[in-house]
């Protein structure tokens, strides 16, 4: 047989390899034809749409399966990263997102102190004897207007923001149901009290007497008052607490320590960033000297503070020692101007304790010889920031 090569026909050859049926799977060099010949080149055969489709629905999911792949390896890298940051990173491959810094709260905004002097009404609720803040009226807040005003126009760089010191834990003779000699006022009138300075921009002492009761569990009572409340703050007297039981309150003389006083100083301190509310005053009263330099500064017929030395600083409460002594008899105002050089000016210079100093005057007792001016009041050094009157 003759196996010569045939003409060169283009078209024959055409003709002849494509009758030749294929699958997409086939090779043609399996073909059982004669003569074997190399096919001029073709243009691509045209896939049928299910084949088409086909092939784009394995190619999806070959993408997902990459994608889910990628996720499950990297995204836990990442997250561990940003955990731990590697310090051996390029820049480029840090998270370069920036975020929104969440505002810090100042405790200084807002704060009474040292910007403004506090001048107070003191009194025992609807005991008219013990101040002229005993009723919360329009008559007490136009007199204590009027008090206030004077400071200020004598020193107007601190304006004067007024106030109540309110008695809340009051001292008893006789030891009633907890046999603490001392009774809390009751909710009520408190809140009438807040009410009033919330209405009229006061600020509120709440006072606290103690007497024989335990004194942390006395101060958190009252202390929900000045989480809630800007303007709440508080003061405590230590004439009247008896933290050893160990006296009756109007009867004997106390006695108490730098631990005693501490726990509050710290409980206050934590109110202002927990709470956001502007820092708070804490009033410490003193009536009698500290012990400090004494042989038995513990005794109660020498001392009020034993050891005022030991006093916590805190910066973020404010601390008054306010001079609670009463006139009332010849030479009195003397005394007073002492007692305030000696437990303000001179112990604030010796312990750096506290930095703020506090005076008290009695309109009916001191009148009976004279009662010092807000000039003479703020004559001393340092002058007084925060200002009382009683009755």
């Not at 834990?169 to 909710?187: K, T, W």
């Not at 101007?337 to 303000?344: G, T």
């Not at 930095?355 to 004559?379: C, D, N, W």
Request: aromatic share 10%; glycine share 6%.
């Amino acid at each position: 047989m003759d196996y010569s090569p045939p003409p060169e026909d283009s078209s024959m050859l055409g003709t002849q390899f494509r009758s030749i049926p294929l699958t997409p799977w086939q090779d043609i060099t399996s073909l059982d034809t004669q003569p074997q010949r190399i096919p001029l080149p073709q243009k691509p055969r045209r896939v049928s749409r299910n084949t088409r489709r086909h092939l784009a629905i394995v190619l999806l999911l070959s993408i997902s399966l990459l994608i889910v792949v990628s996720a499950t390896i990297i995204v836990p890298v990442l997250k561990t990263r940003s955990v731990v940051p590697n310090p051996t990173l390029t820049p480029r491959a840090v998270a370069t997102s920036t975020p929104t810094p969440t505002p810090i709260f100042d405790p200084d905004q807002g704060a009474v102190l040292p910007t403004h002097r506090v001048v107070a009404f003191y009194a025992v609720p609807f005991a008219e004897p013990t101040g002229p803040g005993y009723e919360p009226t329009d008559t007490m807040l136009a007199a204590l207007r009027q008090q206030g005003a004077a400071y200020e126009q004598l020193d107007p760089k601190h304006p004067v923001q007024l106030g109540i010191d309110l008695v809340v834990s009051v001292p008893d003779g006789f030891p009633g149901p907890q046999n603490s000699y001392s009774h809390h006022v009751d909710a009520g009138t408190i809140q009438s009290y807040i009410d009033f300075c919330s209405k009229n921009d006061l600020l509120l002492f709440l006072d606290l007497n103690f007497g024989l009761s335990p004194i942390m569990d006395e101060v958190k009572f009252f202390l929900p008052y000045l989480e809630k409340y800007a303007f709440v703050h508080m003061a405590i007297d230590p004439e009247w607490m008896f933290p050893r039981r160990n006296g009756i309150p109007g009867v004997n003389l106390s006695n108490v320590r730098a631990s005693d006083l501490n726990p509050i100083i710290e409980a206050i301190a934590e109110i202002p960033m927990q709470f956001h509310v502007p820092r708070k005053i804490l009033i410490i009263h003193q009536y009698r000297p500290d012990g400090d330099g004494l042989k038995d500064p513990s005794d109660p017929g020498q001392a009020e503070i034993a050891d005022k030395r030991n006093l916590l600083f805190d910066p973020r409460v404010d601390v008054v020692i306010h001079v609670d002594s009463v006139g009332g008899y010849s030479g009195d105002i003397q005394d007073k101007r002492f007692q305030y050089s000696e437990w303000v000016q001179q112990d604030m210079k010796k312990y750096s304790n506290f930095l703020y100093g506090g005076f008290k005057l009695f309109y009916q007792h001191e009148a009976k010889i004279r009662l010092m001016t807000p000039k003479e009041v703020l004559s001393l050094d340092p002058p007084p920031m925060v200002v009382t009157y009683g009755n």
